[in-house]
C-alpha cells in the first residue's frame, strides 16, 4: 500500500515505530486508523513527509491497538520541487546533503532521476559530484528504486514488492515498458495468476485475443485442476474450459476455439505441455508422472524375497488392538512385495496399517544388514 510517513513515536538505532498517512484508507482493516493515521513497526523507516512510500507487511493486535510490522517499505520518487530535493538529501543515496540535493534539482530539475537512469554521465557536470561518487550512488539508486515506475503501475492491483522484483529481475531496465505494453507477459514469472494479470490487462486495455491471455488462461485450469487432485486433464476438456473461461461475460467471443488450439500446438512445441493418449499436463506434473512410473517399473522388477510377519502381525495385536482381515493382509503384502499403495477412504484405517508396518518393519530388520542396506541405498517406496 501507498502511504506517507507523519511522525516517529519511539527510536532505537534503526528500528522505529511511526504513523502514516494512507493514499487509500480503504486498503487497511477495521479499526486501524486513529486520526487519520495508522501505526507501522519497522527497521530503516525513511523519516520525511515529502517521501511516499510503498509498504508491506503484516497486521498484528498488540495492547497499543493494531500495528503493522513493516517487512518492506521502499520510497516512491517525488515529483515535486521540495520533494525531490527532500529525497535526494534524505541519506537514502550516499555522498549527497541539502546543498548538493539543491545543485541536482537546479541543473535537472524533475528529470534528475530519469537523467540518473539513462544517462548519468551528466551528473558528473554537477560540481562536487565525481565518478567514484557518481558508481556508489548509481548502485545504490539502481538496487533501491530502479523499478519506481513499475510500483507506481502496479501498486493499485496489490502487487507486492517481491513480486516486482521478479519483473525486475526477468525483464530488467525495460521491465516498466514491456509491462506497460503487454502486461500478459507477467504470466510467464511464477507467482502470478490469471485474474489478477487478466484485471491488470483489462486497465490496460491489452487485447483480450492476445496468445500470452491463451496460454494463461490454459496454465490457469490445468492449475486448478491439480488442486482437486488432477495431474492432467483430457486436451478436449482443457480446450474447452479455458475457452469458455477467456470469453466469460462477452456478448460476442474475443477468442476463438482455434486461437486456443494454436496456443496448445505453440505450448506444446515449447515444452510447456506435455502429454499423451488424448491427455495434456503441465511439463513438471508430465515428467513427474513419468518418473514414478519408471521408478515404479524398476521395484517390480527386482526380485523381493517373501517374509512371514504372521507371528509378529499376533504381536502387534495384543499390544495394541485387533486389526481387521484386509488390514492384516495388506500388512503382508507390504513385506511380499517391493511397492505397495495403501488406499482407502476417510476411517478406512489406513494410518492402523501404516503403523502396523512400521512397527513391524523396525522388528524385521532391527540391526540387520538388510536394513542397513534398505536405508543406505533408499531401495524401498511406500
Not at 532391527?366 to 536405508?375: G, H, T
Request: glycine share 6%; charged share 25%; proline share 3%.
Amino acid at each position: 500500500m501507498l502511504a506517507t510517513y507523519n511522525k516517529t513515536i519511539f527510536e532505537n538505532g534503526d528500528f522505529s515505530v511511526c504513523t502514516f498517512i494512507p493514499d487509500d484508507e480503504s486498503e487497511l482493516p477495521e479499526n486501524a486508523l486513529k486520526y487519520g493515521t495508522f501505526v507501522g513497526i519497522g527497521n530503516n523507516i525513511p523519516h520525511s513527509n515529502d517521501i511516499q512510500l510503498m509498504i508491506e507487511g503484516e497486521w498484528k493486535s498488540t495492547k497499543y491497538g493494531l500495528q503493522m510490522e513493516i517487512s518492506s517499505c521502499i520510497s516512491v520518487l517525488p515529483k515535486t520541487e521540495e520533494g525531490i530535493i527532500e529525497f535526494l538529501s534524505s541519506g537514502v543515496l550516499p555522498h549527497i546533503k541539502r546543498k548538493m540535493a539543491v545543485r541536482l534539482y537546479n541543473a535537472f530539475g524533475e528529470q534528475v532521476f530519469s537523467i540518473l537512469e539513462n544517462n548519468p554521465d551528466e551528473w558528473l557536470k554537477v560540481r562536487g559530484i565525481t565518478k567514484k561518487k557518481l558508481e556508489k550512488i548509481k548502485e545504490s539508486y539502481t538496487v533501491n528504486y530502479g523499478y519506481q515506475d513499475l510500483v507506481m503501475l502496479l501498486a493499485p492491483f496489490g502487487i507486492s514488492v517481491n513480486k516486482i522484483k521478479k519483473i525486475v529481475d526477468k525483464f530488467g531496465a525495460e521491465a516498466c515498458e514491456k509491462v506497460s505494453e503487454n502486461p500478459y507477459l507477467l504470466f510467464t514469472i511464477k507467482g502470478f495468476g490469471f485474474k489478477t494479470v487478466d484485471e491488470i490487462a483489462g486497465k490496460m486495455n491489452t487485447p483480450k485475443n492476445d496468445s500470452l491471455r491463451i496460454r494463461g488462461a490454459l496454465e490457469y485450469v490445468l492449475a486448478e485442476a491439480e488442486k482437486n487432485g488432477h495431474l492432467c486433464l483430457e486436451q478436449e476438456i482443457l480446450r474447452q474450459q479455458a475457452y469458455e473461461m477467456l470469453n466469460e461475460g462477452m456478448e460476442i467471443p474475443v477468442v476463438t476455439i482455434n486461437d486456443v488450439t494454436n496456443v496448445i500446438i505453440q505450448m506444446a512445441q515449447d515444452k510447456i505441455l506435455k502429454g499423451d493418449n488424448g491427455m495434456a499436463y503441465l511439463a513438471n506434473n508430465y515428467d513427474n508422472e513419468v518418473y514414478s512410473a519408471k521408478k515404479i517399473r524398476q521395484f517390480l522388477n527386482t526380485p523381493q524375497s517373501r517374509i512371514d510377519v504372521s507371528d509378529k502381525i499376533m504381536k502387534f495385536e495384543r499390544q495394541n488392538f485387533p486389526l481387521a482381515d484386509r488390514q492384516k493382509e495388506a500388512i503382508k503384502q507390504f513385506f511380499n512385495n517391493r511397492f505397495s499403495i495403501i488406499t482407502g477412504g476417510p476411517g478406512t484405517g489406513k494410518s492402523t496399517v501404516l503403523k502396523a508396518i512400521l512397527e513391524i518393519n523396525a522388528q524385521v530388520y532391527e540391526k540387520s544388514e538388510a536394513r542397513k542396506s534398505i536405508l543406505k541405498n533408499g531401495e524401498s517406496m511406500v
